[in-house]
């Protein structure tokens, strides 16, 4: 499958993951001077990175419809430069966070909305559907509507994983193996195709992920971790029953959590530095109020009721943990140099760093990556895309 060449930047913008979307994705940030680490940190990209914060709300918590970032005017360079910086950071966000559970939930919401938007786009529908399917043919149907064709091949790959007896050969009419998807279940023909097309988005979008999950380092990786932290603890607070917590890993866990929490648990009489990093650092984490009680239940001075409303107060007020540096200050780091490998690096700053490189080296061993991935520099463009 050869994707067909688009040269309007607007539908490369509206449509930032196509598969012709990389190479605009590079020019974009070329054109205008932006390294990768700029988009990270440089205060006159706020606009872009608030925009992928959006988007990347919209998506997790799959609201429905397109969503905030619809109102871009595309139009305009600076729009088109938002729209697709701000994909652009919403992905790296999501990859950063070694998390699958919040890949697979950005990737139904980028799908979902991809869906939406392709079902109402006339103009670039044909653009796009043939960007996806190995083909596609638009019929009158003697009624005055347009009907979808496309190839058998495509829908017998793409079709198992969408419910719905619409989607089951026996139902479709089919003709010299090209299958027809006429309007059915309250949708026109267009928005059954863009249901299908939905499919082959998501399959690219997991692809584009693994892909940057396996080049990224820890380095780069950590200069993420206060918008990971922020989407997670916003995850592990409104779907926490479909998200379960994401330290379930006992063994991710940083020393100094561990140490507070055992300590804790033996009736050792923890400061108050660590205690409230304790609570802090669950709720980032994505533990439950009833958990993170849970762990103040052996300590000497123990009352439940305080407990819970300290515990309350810490994830309604949302509390960002302490740091490295104020850990250490306040007799809460256990680590000595040399004793934990991760604690040494220079840029672990941050006990929600350490927990990061812990779910990032997971994934790769459960991939059985050979862990001499490539890095991801944080000054080059080049590889942003
Ligand atoms: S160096 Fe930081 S992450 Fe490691 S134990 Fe100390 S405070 Fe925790």
Known sequence: MKPPEIEDE???????FLPQGSHFIRKVLQDNG?????????????DVRIRGRLRLIDSVLQKDGIGSSSSIDLSTDVGKMTEVLSFLHAMLVVCASFDERLMTRWIEGESSRADLLLGMDDDNFPVISSSYLSGVRAEDNGRGDLEYWVPLTDFIELSPRISGSYWRLVNRPMRDGWVCLDAGAGETSRQRAARLIKERIRESLLRDCEGRMEKMDDEFAARFSEPVERITGLLSERVEAEMPMTAAIRDDWPPCFESAVSELNQGVNVNHV?????????????????QTCSFFANAPDYDSETTAYQVNQIYEREYTPHGCATLKTNARCPVQLGEDQLCDQEWLTHPLKYIRAKQRRRYRDERGSDGGAKEESGSSSANAS
């Open 10 to 16: 607007g539908i490369l913008a509206r449509y930032p």
């Open 34 to 46: 932006i390294s990768v680490s700029e988009l990270i940190d440089e205060p006159w990209l706020e």
């Open 274 to 290: 660590g205690r409230v990093f304790l609570a802090a650092f669950s709720r980032a984490v994505g533990l439950n109020r009833e």
